[in-house]
């Protein structure tokens, strides 16, 4: 089973570090039962892609929790064996939560397949997307534009062989 792993670069570089991602239990994204609901397809690329967004909007969270970080979404995709990861629907308060799953325990870098960081170009409206994350789940329209904004991005695609360099 492939899930997404949303990170931020500062976690990306201790995932390089210490040679897995967290300590577990992690939470990641997967197409579920609830995420083919939500999207609404039986293609499985397009159930992955809407994973992967819902990774990167979680990505998106843990930035407006850090504003240290970079302004750059992270999401790491990674193949884990089917009964890894388990979803628990309705354990998650953010909105956004279809295909979230839970994985255990940590998972060690070198499983993951891929991945995927924003180009440079989007700081600017990924930082604007961190700060109105908070207006946007309140319902504010004008802040859930520019959290759009950001999802207008799309990820780039680096091989784990290229971990040294984003994060260096």
């Known amino acids: 089973m492939r899930v997404y792993v949303p990170l931020t670069l500062p976690g990306l570089a201790e995932a390089h570090r210490t040679g897995q991602l967290g300590d577990g239990p992690l939470t990641a994204y997967a197409v579920t039962p609830a995420l083919r609901e939500w999207y609404v397809s039986d293609d499985v690329e397009e159930l992955e892609y809407a994973a992967l967004g819902r990774a990167a ?26 009964g890894a990861a388990s979803a628990e629907p309705g354990k998650s308060p953010d909105p956004d939560a279809p295909g979230e799953v839970r994985l255990a325990g940590p998972v060690r870098l070198a499983k993951a397949a891929a991945v995927h960081v924003d180009a440079e170009d989007a700081d600017e409206d990924v930082a ?22 950001a999802e ?3 990820l780039l695609w680096f091989a784990t062989q290229e971990v040294p360099q984003l994060v260096g």
């Open 57 to 82: 909007l979680a990505s998106l969270r843990l930035l407006a929790a850090d504003p240290a970080a970079p302004r750059r979404r992270v999401v790491v995709a990674v193949d884990v064996a089917d």
């Open 128 to 149: 604007a997307a961190a700060q109105a994350l908070d207006a946007a789940d309140k319902g504010d329209d004008d802040a859930r534009f520019v959290v759009d904004g």
């Open 152 to 154: 207008d991005h799309e």
